[in-house]
């Protein structure tokens, strides 16, 4: 089987903007449509984030390792510790998996494409400071105009579901791209 590069797509915004909803929705969607997906989230809320305990692989951590991995009836859990892991690296990893897309939830000054969701007035700043932005989801009525005056790209409400479908099918036009043979 021959690995085809997968599609990199980000959905950013800040805190409590709804990326987890939108990205849920997305790889529900892509799922249906028989494509395979696979998620970095940034844990953004500062401090290391939350994860269950595990008896061994804890201690295999606090012994040294410096990854740990734990399988069991067709899961596969990966913990790693003390060490930074870039977003490339991230990425290298996911790939292992064999995805046609790689959905990035957070990360919001990466180049990759993205979705930026807006949900006040004090996130539009980030029309200015992030790149790459394919679509812009917003909250209030209000900020319509605001943002189709700074930019020229699709803008949706967070209630449309035009939104999830017009980003679903330029992430299919992406993978369809990458892979002809699907």
């Known amino acids: 089987m021959a690995l085809v590069t997968p599609v990199i797509f980000q959905v950013v915004g800040y ?3 709804g990326k987890t909803t939108i ?9 249906a449509k028989g494509v395979k997906t696979v998620t970095i989230k940034h ?42 892991y870039s977003l490339d690296d991230q990425i290298e990893l ?15 000054f990466e180049s990759f494409p993205k979705l930026l969701i807006v ?6 700043p980030l029309l200015n400071k992030v790149s790459n932005i394919a679509a812009i989801v917003y909250w209030k009525d209000e900020l319509y ?9 699709p803008c949706f409400h967070i ?6 479908s017009w980003t679903l099918d330029l992430l ?10 699907r």
Request: charged letters at 25%; aromatic letters at 4%; a positive charge.
């Open 159 to 164: 209630d449309d579901k035009m939104g999830i």
């Open 119 to 124: 949900r006040s007035e004090d996130d539009l």
């Open 43 to 84: 844990h953004g809320h500062g401090g290391r984030p939350e994860k269950p305990t595990l008896k061994d692989t804890d201690k295999h951590l606090h012994a040294g390792a410096h990854a740990s991995i734990i399988e069991g009836n067709g899961s596969i859990l990966l913990q790693a510790e003390n060490h930074y």
């Open 172 to 181: 299919l036009k992406l993978v369809y791209k990458n892979d002809p043979k």
């Open 23 to 31: 990205t849920s929705n997305l790889i529900k969607t892509l799922a």
């Open 145 to 153: 105009l605001k943002i189709t005056s700074k930019t020229n790209v």
């Open 94 to 108: 996911m790939k292992f998996f064999q995805p046609d897309v790689i959905i990035i939830e957070g990360y919001k």
């Open 15 to 17: 805190q409590n903007s």
